[in-house]
């Protein structure tokens, strides 16, 4: 059996919010992804978790309240481009938008966003940012080559970000769940990591620094991971097997040999990094941390999840934010 790879459009939207003068100058930027666990909007399109299907509890009011917490920490968040993973359309983005209206620090303004999920899937991931994106691509497989059908599988969103007179390349991930087993699933990833490798190599052929970045549903130490380095060998996928041939590339999590703590995942007592935010190029790391606000314990950091039963919560991950510099062009 052959393994078909191809890159798809799948209810793809890139739209521009509104355009005005008073765009940041700057070179350096910051960057954030944060997994905000089963947006939903408050209608019922067949397409939600069955949780929610059945519920009668999710309704446009709890939903309305999820946007007036998310809104506040998009704010607190304070990045200039914000990855979102698991909402599920472009109309939470654009009542996303609406309520961070008001802003009148023009700098502050996010008038750029695209989306993007696999046709009939239940959640997608979202970009929201303050400079201008384009060049849009979405990439996915068809995998026949496995003793089971493939599993529903995100794609792939790859964007250009203009910065300034720079541009950086956004590869945005939201992998296979752990859902049924660690190792039993770990082979999807693999492929999705193959799909990452190959976008990430041609970018760099092509002279753009990237950042991938996400919720990859995989802790960091289950990379090919060195931490000396704090570089991560993102591997191809070849011949059934997962080569060690790849490309390198940079986490944020790790600096000068050590992990910024505590984690981005909490579960059965123990902290993970299944969130990341990957980078090559010449992208100089500046900043980097697990963000902690109203949406995590005070004491803890353990984030405080959305319960369906009553509304509350906000998201079981937290978000990661880091701060870049462009050094040098390619």
């Known amino acids: 059996m052959k393994t ?8 793809v939207s890139v739209f521009l919010f509104f355009s005005c003068s008073g765009m940041t100058d700057r070179k350096s930027f910051t960057v954030a992804t944060w997994n905000v666990q089963t947006f939903f909007d408050g209608k019922n399109d067949g397409c939600e978790y069955s949780q929610f299907l059945k519920n009668d509890r999710w309704n446009k009011e709890v939903y309305v309240e999820r946007l007036k917490r998310l ?3 998009v704010k607190k968040i304070d990045a200039d481009i914000i990855v979102l993973e698991e909402l599920e359309n472009k109309k939470n983005l654009y009542d996303l938008y609406n309520f961070l209206a008001g802003e009148w620090d023009s700098s502050k303004v996010y008038r750029w966003a695209c989306f993007a999920k696999e046709e009939h899937g239940a959640v997608g991931c979202g970009v929201l940012s303050r400079f201008p994106l384009y060049n849009m691509s979405v990439h996915s497989a068809a995998i026949q080559s496995e003793n089971e059908g493939q599993p529903s599988l995100r794609p ?3 964007v250009d970000v203009k910065i300034k007179d720079s541009e950086v390349t956004l590869a945005v991930n939201h992998w296979k769940s752990m859902s049924g087993g660690e190792e039993v699933t770990e082979k999807w990833r693999n492929r999705q990591e193959s799909i990452l490798e190959a976008a990430v ?3 760099l052929l092509c002279k753009k620094n990237v950042i991938a970045l ?10 090919c991971f060195y931490r000396n380095t704090g570089r991560v060998l993102l591997r191809r996928y070849e011949n059934l097997m997962q080569s060690e041939e790849g490309t390198f590339v940079k986490t944020a999590w790790s600096h000068n040999g050590s992990l910024a703590e505590p984690g981005s995942y909490f579960y059965k007592e123990e902290w993970s990094c299944i969130d990341n935010i990957f980078y090559a190029g010449t992208l100089e790391l500046q900043n980097f941390e697990p963000v902690c606000g109203e949406w995590c314990d005070k004491k803890t950091s353990v984030p405080k999840a959305f319960k369906l039963w009553n509304g509350s919560g906000y998201s079981d991950h937290l978000p990661l934010k880091a701060e ?6 390619l």
Do not use: H
């Open 4 to 11: 078909y790879c191809t890159t798809i459009i799948l209810l």
């Open 71 to 73: 809104a506040a920490s």
């Open 156 to 158: 792939l969103i790859c």
């Open 201 to 203: 190599s041609r970018n």
């Open 214 to 223: 996400g919720d990859f549903n995989r802790d960091l130490e289950n990379f």
């Open 324 to 329: 870049f510099s462009i050094i040098d062009e």
